[in-house]
């Protein structure tokens, strides 16, 4: 997200450039606080319905698969994942 960027914009920015995803309407699904020993600022997370091709972006996306809520969770728990990832969303994938 750029500076002085509004998150929605940024978010389909985002998906465009790092899945080549273009036109699917996002839904905003919270915000919040993330901090670690590299890191502060505010997150955002959003969820869309899509499906056609994703087109992954080598510079910034080094590997992704479909996961059910169930795989997501066990990956969370043994695969390296981006830590802000981890944290913002493991909680929504409680069960």
Known sequence: MQAGE???VAAERELAE???VVGVPLEPLGEADYADQHARY???LY???YDGPVTWQPDEVAWGTWATPERLRAMLRTLP???DSTALLAH???G
Do not use: K, S
């Open 81 to 83: 994942f981006v830590p």
């Open 6 to 8: 509004d998150p929605d």
């Open 92 to 94: 929504r994938l409680v």
């Open 47 to 49: 969820a869309c319905t």
């Open 18 to 20: 790092e899945l080549g």
């Open 42 to 44: 505010r997150a955002f």
